[in-house]
């Protein structure tokens, strides 16, 4: 008996159930596709992380932080410790000091540059030698001069020999004449002459004149000539000089640089300027120097304020506990820390741990996971997802995948998966066959048209030849007076146990049987998922065909016309001890009887099975896709 939802009618529109389905459908599959996100994985990955024993535990930690405990607490003190200590006080007090300033700028000073040259100066050598020199006597500063040097210069040339004698030989008698004569012309005609005169040609042309004759002669004139002038005071005294020992000497300095420079050298020392230069020298005082005036230069600055602070400065015992420590690693320690201590690093730490726990807590990176946590445990996506992921909305789905399906799309029939004769006829006689009782004759697909992804199975009047089945004589030829078709699985597609079902329009024109049914190898079982004759009947047969009443079946009917308008799903539901029968996912029939134990494939088919009257042909079965589950 069909169930009271349909005999009532409740049967939802087919629209309304497959919108569902696909509904169903998409959120399955964006449930799988968030199952598999990053964004899920990540949340997990979080849930875990925040709802752990070390996450709890890592913000107790957090809360308990105390600055006592950190790196820059013990900085900071290091730092106190190190300002505090003496020596380094002291340090910081010179070098932020004014003194230190001034001695900076004073060590910069020309002043001080000039001191230094001075005080270099005034240790040099050269001071000292001007200092001693000032202060020996007048004699002594004379003799330490470059004049007294000249002087003593001139004195061991005058006491040479060659000058003495030739000083000596200027002041003999007849020098004049000596000099008149020497190297003169008239000096070399006298030498001439008397060369002449005691020449053998002259003594020879003498010797050969007359006395008388000599007289008148040039030879005369000649010789009387030499020997006036030999006895003359001029000559007389020329020779006489020549014959002096110290006329080598005259003769080597006469008209000499030499001799020239110590006449000049004699002048010099003769001079009035020589003599004023010598007063000076003697008469020098230190005074007056330039070095005396440095001196007192250096006096000056050494004690002026300014010098007298800065050294003193410079000579205490804080400047040189400053030099000491300038540089010096614990310096370096100190204003590193400093440094440390000054910056936003150690400020934020500090300012960060003298908060509240609650505070730091909400400052921390735990916090801000923990809030993204719950943020996102609240999020519309992951309520959706944790909603359905221990609902049962999806175990259909989860249940069942798809083991055959088709939807005709294509135009034309899939002859991999259908094939359009009853199956023992293509396996026994390669042929298509109608029942005995049947009017009809299935064509080998000649009846099945193809509209916009529908399968129509088309029923006829018209005349056609085929092969009959009869159980007492078998196959024999036989003329029809109508054409039908059919398609089957049973060449593709077999299966035990699951949900069979599709989406077919049963156009009301009785009486042509429509059917949506499953068989095995034999005549029996024999399930009609859906078969729409006068009613729509949904029906089982079991047993044994060979024994009388042996046949079993279970039958439930419903009236055809309220599903003969539009599209149902009729859908099969097998299990291993239970039929379903259920149209739009309303149950309308159930058994536990005769439930079949072996692989069943289906058939659509369409035929008459007694004469039709009026004008009811052809009569369509239209199919829009079949579909076949199994447990996954």
Known sequence: MASLKALLGLIPGTSEVEAKRAALQREYEAFNEFSKSRELSDFKKLEVRVLSDEFAQRKKEIQAQKFKDTDEYKKEQEYLRLRNEKDIKNYYKIKESNELKELIAFEKSDELKKYHKLEEFLKSPEFNKVKDYMALSPKKKFENSELYKILQQYLEQKRITKFKNYFKFLKLSGYSDFYDLYKSKRLKDFEELRDLVKSKDFLAARHSMKKSDFKFSDEYQKMQQYKGLKKSKEFRNYYKLIKLPILIDYNELHDSHELEAYIELEKYINSAGYKAER?????????????????????????????????????????????????????????????????????????????????????????????????????????????LKDSTRFDELKTWEVSFEDDFSSGRLDRKKWMTRYFWGDALIKDSYSLAHDKHFF??????????????????????????????????????????????????????????????????????????????????????????????????????????????????????????????????????????????????????????????????????????????????????????????
């Open 279 to 387: 007063s000076k020298i003697e008469n020098q005082k230190f005074q007056d120097t330039d070095e005396y005036r440095k001196l007192e230069d250096y006096k000056t600055l050494k004690s002026s304020k300014r010098f007298k602070d800065n050294f003193r400065f410079k000579a205490s015992a804080l400047y040189a506990n400053y030099i000491n420590l300038e540089g010096s690693d614990r310096i370096k320690q100190v204003e590193k820390l400093e440094k440390y201590i000054q910056s936003d690093d150690f400020r934020k730490v500090k300012e960060y741990m003298l908060l509240p726990p609650a505070k730091k807590l909400e400052l921390s990176d735990e916090y801000k996971m923990e809030q993204k946590y719950k943020e996102l445990k609240s999020s519309e996506k992951i309520v959706w997802y944790f909603e």
């Open 443 to 632: 064509t080998d697909g000649e009846n099945l048209e193809f509209d916009k992804g529908i399968l129509k199975i088309l029923t006829r009047k018209e005349k056609a030849k085929g092969k009959a089945w009869n159980p007492q004589i078998g196959f024999y030829p036989r003329e029809f007076d109508y054409t039908s078709g059919l398609i089957s699985t049973g060449n593709s597609y077999r299966q035990k146990y699951g949900i069979f079902e599709a989406k077919i329009k049963f156009n009301e024109s009785y009486p042509v049987s429509h059917s949506f049914w499953m068989l095995s190898d034999q005549i029996l079982p024999h399930i009609d998922i859906a078969k729409a004759e006068n009613k729509l009947v949904m029906s089982s047969y079991w047993g044994n065909i060979n024994t009388r009443g042996g046949i079993r079946k279970k039958i439930s009917r419903l009236g055809l016309s309220k599903y003969s308008k539009e599209f149902y799903i009729y859908s099969l539901e097998w299990s291993q001890d239970k039929l379903k029968w259920k149209i739009n996912g309303v149950t309308v029939a159930t058994s536990s009887q005769g439930v079949p134990q072996e692989p069943m494939y289906l058939i659509l088919s369409s035929g008459l099975h007694k004469e039709i009257k009026g004008n009811n042909l052809p009569a369509a079965m239209e199919i829009d896709w079949v579909r076949c589950y199994k447990r996954k």
